[in-house]
């Protein structure tokens, strides 16, 4: 096939980096567990931890606007925000452990962290 | 640079800026990064036409006017490395001659999306962004071909801007 033989540069490629979003999702996906609590944080600074096994609900208070966190049935969201693109609101819940909801323009970012009987024993039954 | 030169410039920074303001109009997939890239038809286009250097006037020109004009205060540092990350990227495959257009924007756009990816880790100081590197490498593989694919018609067909 002629298309073939000048793009077989292109399609290598692209079956590479589609064998690598496979493989990175694989290895995410291979290595989740629940998290045990949410730690909230502003430009850096951590300002909020929660637990994921109690609801509750967080108004976070930026520089560029507010947020809304919350937290219900062992998962995190953003419920609302004031932030242009609401992508963080749209990004849905978070519930294993190292997924973050991020808020780009209030410098807002959630992470789902380890509980305290977390980590390796959880990762690895 | 003579005046037609400068023409054309002008013209193709005005038509990637039209494309960047109408993809700001299309509705978000819900993780952010995930976009087609219309801008980056013109930044190819102009690569294979005008070469390396006005590639790269215009990539910078239009991501730094773009973020300005339709993004938010921190917008500009995601736009900048993302585009300087993608060009850089499609300059050395486009040199290497191994790859099609199709080839060079689609290693463009997962360069683009990794460019932001970095820093975001580094302003947010935050390397749970590691979540977001599967769907963006796919979504980066898409659009770059299907953005590929019409500028490898633009670069055979547009008749005018030969340099």
Redesign the interface.
């Known amino acids: 096939m002629e298309w073939l033989k000048t793009h077989r540069g292109d399609v290598l490629l692209i079956a590479a980096l589609l064998v690598l979003a496979g493989a990175l999702a694989l290895f995410l996906r291979l290595g989740r567990h629940s998290g045990g609590y949410v730690s909230v944080s502003v430009r850096g600074e951590v300002v909020a931890e929660l637990p994921l096994d109690q609801d509750a609900s967080l108004p976070i208070e930026t520089e560029g606007g507010h947020n809304l966190l919350i937290v219900a049935g062992g998962a995190a969201r953003m419920e609302s925000a004031d932030c242009p693109d609401l992508l963080c609101v749209k990004m849905g819940p978070v519930r294993w452990a190292g997924e973050s909801i991020v808020c780009l323009p209030h410098g807002v970012v959630v992470t789902v962290e380890d509980g305290p009987d977390g980590g390796f024993d959880a990762a690895s039954r | 640079m003579n005046a037609k030169r400068i023409a054309r410039f002008g013209l193709l920074v005005a038509l990637a800026l039209a494309l960047s303001y109408a993809e700001s109009l299309l509705p978000?997939p819900?993780?952010?990064g995930v976009k087609l890239g219309l801008p980056n038809l013109v930044v190819v286009f102009a690569l294979y036409r005008l070469g390396t250097a006005d590639a790269w006037a215009l990539s910078l020109v239009r991501a730094a006017l773009a973020s300005v004009l339709f993004g938010?205060?921190?917008?500009l540092a995601?736009s900048l490395a993302g585009a300087a990350l993608s060009l850089l990227v499609m300059c050395l495959l486009k040199q290497s001659g191994?790859?099609?257009e199709?080839?060079v924007s689609?290693?463009g756009g997962?360069a683009h999306n990794g460019g932001q990816i970095i820093v975001?880790a580094l302003?947010?100081?935050?390397t749970?962004?590691?979540?977001y590197?599967?769907?963006l490498?796919?979504s980066?593989?898409v659009a770059g071909?299907l953005i590929?694919v019409v500028s490898a018609l633009l670069v055979k067909r547009v008749p005018e801007f030969k340099s």
């Open positions: 978000s819900g993780v952010p938010s205060g921190v917008s995601y191994k790859f099609s199709t080839g689609v290693a997962v975001a302003l947010l100081e935050t749970r962004l590691a979540w590197l599967p769907v490498c796919l980066g593989t071909v590929g």
